[in-house]
T-cell receptor, first 120, second 109 residues
Framework: KAGVTQTPRYLIKTRGQQVTLSCSPISGHRSVSWYQQTPGQGLQFLFEYFSETQRNKGNFPGRFSGRQFSNSRSEMNVSTLELGDSALYLC???????????????????FGPGTRLTVL | GEDVEQSLFLSVREGDSSVINCTYT??????LYWYKQEPGAGLQLLTYIFSNMDMKQDQRLTVLLNKKDKHLSLRIADTQTGDSAIYFCASGGYQKVTFGTGTKLQVIP
């Protein structure tokens, strides 16, 4: 079974540009979560999608958005990039149990290798 | 906002037990998690515990939860060099997930 794939693995952008990152979950998984990891802020939860619907969202500005397609692949977009957006962006896929349909956190997660975004 | 705190560093000898501690502030947390991050191997969800449980054991891992004190711990029995990594504690619930800063575990052979 293929793991979680993220593309691209590395990206360099300049301030003010926008960027789109992609995540392909494990086949059959319908939940995809996104995280940002920086040396200063650590690991932070961005958002979670389940069956094309955003169910959970962290405390990030509206410049950060995402979507999920019918095949469960997900994209996240950051507009008007700032230097502070430089980070490792991780996505995780999971299969959800019945108790998690209300929007709870999954009990199994598989992470992708991440996309390293550098904003100059 | 909600906060999760961990000590930054822990050093243990191979074969000893490791105990990594975490405190959190969100009393409404439904789930509490431990993640492991190794260089080159990415992030992985190690284990979790529901907030209505006191303890969970999974092979060499034991998670203890003191809900009254909002204290979570991860015990690794018979610690091996392969356990060297950064361990993140996280608390979560509906629409809220907060991570600790991570504890770097160094295992001395």
């Amino acid at each position: 079974k293929a793991g979680v794939t993220q593309t691209p693995r590395y990206l360099i952008k300049t301030r003010g540009q926008q960027v789109t990152l992609s995540c392909s979950p494990i086949s059959g998984h319908r939940s995809v979560s996104w995280y940002q990891q920086t040396p200063g802020q650590g690991l932070q939860f961005l958002f979670e999608y389940f069956s094309e619907t955003q169910r959970n969202k962290g405390n990030f500005p509206g410049r950060f958005s995402g979507r999920q397609f019918s095949n469960s692949r997900s994209e996240m977009n950051v507009s008007t990039l700032e230097l502070g957006d430089s980070a490792l962006y991780l996505c995780a896929s999971s299969s959800m149990t019945g108790t998690d349909r209300l929007g709870g956190f999954p009990d199994t997660q598989y992470f992708g290798p991440g996309t390293r975004l550098t904003v100059l | 906002g909600e906060d999760v705190e961990q000590s930054l560093f822990l050093s243990v000898r191979e074969g000893d037990s490791s105990v990594i501690n975490c405190t959190y502030t969100d009393s409404s947390s439904t789930y509490l998690y431990w993640y492991k991050q190794e260089p080159g191997a990415g992030l992985q969800l190690l284990t979790y515990i529901f907030s209505n449980m006191d303890m969970k054991q999974d092979q060499r891992l034991t998670v203890l939860l003191n809900k009254k004190d909002k204290h979570l711990s991860l015990r690794i029995a018979d610690t091996q060099t392969g356990d060297s990594a950064i361990y993140f504690c996280a608390s979560g619930g509906y629409q809220k997930v907060t991570f600790g800063t991570g504890t770097k575990l160094q295992v001395i052979p």
